[in-house]
């Protein structure tokens, strides 16, 4: 069965400009959940839905959004971007809310901004 | 304030002897630890999980162990193979299940030499 899907793969944005990233996740999957990896912070919760509902926040600012479809698909969203916004974006699915649900990650969005 | 830290930025190994990864965790919360491994430009993939209920739990060449008065677990891979040269984050989850993400060490490079 197909894996976590991340799209784009690579992406360059301007400060001030806003970006939205996409992840399917796996056939079956209800929770997706999005972290940001950088070099000095390590990967990092950023928020988490199941079935379309946003049911915990990371501690990034208000820039930071995202939303997942009746078909378990999410999108991330970045407004104002900023440099230090530059990081690797990762999508994970997971099969539900259970306790011990491992998560399965996509391969990643690379966002540059300049 | 970091909760899981994992304290050895990288560990060589030579090949066929054994890798121990070290983790450490500050909150008393978490009940589920995970280990994944990380290849350049790949999300990571996971490798093997234990629940708080259990000090071990193996599967083939991996072994977790976790050692709950000391708030430590570890990852043993024996033997050591090429392949397994990757950077190897350690994660947490509370007793929210998936709801509150996954915290995550800084990762361990793990280099094996021939």
């Known amino acids: 069965k197909a894996g976590v899907t991340q799209t784009p793969r690579y992406l360059i944005k301007t400060r001030g400009q806003q970006v939205t990233l996409s992840c399917s996740p796996i056939?079956?999957?209800?929770?997706v959940s999005w972290y940001q990896q950088t070099p000095g912070q390590g990967l990092q919760f950023l928020f988490e839905?199941?079935?379309?509902?946003?049911?915990n926040k990371g501690n990034f600012p208000g820039r930071f959004s995202g939303r997942q479809f009746s078909n378990s698909r999410s999108e991330m969203n970045v407004s104002t971007l900023e440099l230090g916004d530059s990081a690797l974006y990762l999508c994970a699915s997971s099969l539900s809310s259970l306790l011990g649900t491992e998560a399965f990650f996509g391969q990643g969005t690379r966002l540059t901004v300049v | 304030d970091q909760q899981v830290k994992q304290n050895s930025p990288s560990l060589s190994v030579q090949e066929g002897r054994i890798s121990i990864l070290n983790c450490d965790y500050t909150?008393?919360?978490?009940?589920?630890f995970l280990w994944y491994k990380k290849y350049p430009a790949e999300g990571p993939t996971f490798l093997i999980s234990?629940?708080?209920?259990?000090d071990k739990n193996e599967d083939g060449r991996f072994t977790v162990f976790l050692n709950k008065s000391a708030k430590h677990l570890s990852l043993h891979i024996v033997p050591s193979q090429p392949g397994d040269s990757a950077v190897y984050f350690c994660a947490a989850s509370g007793s929210g299940g998936g709801a509150d993400g996954l915290t995550f060490g800084k990762g361990t490079h793990l280099i094996i030499q021939p």
């Open positions: 056939s079956g999957h209800r929770s």
């Open positions: 909150n008393s919360m978490f009940d589920y």
């Open positions: 839905y199941f079935s379309e509902t946003q049911r």
């Open positions: 234990i629940s708080s209920i259990k």
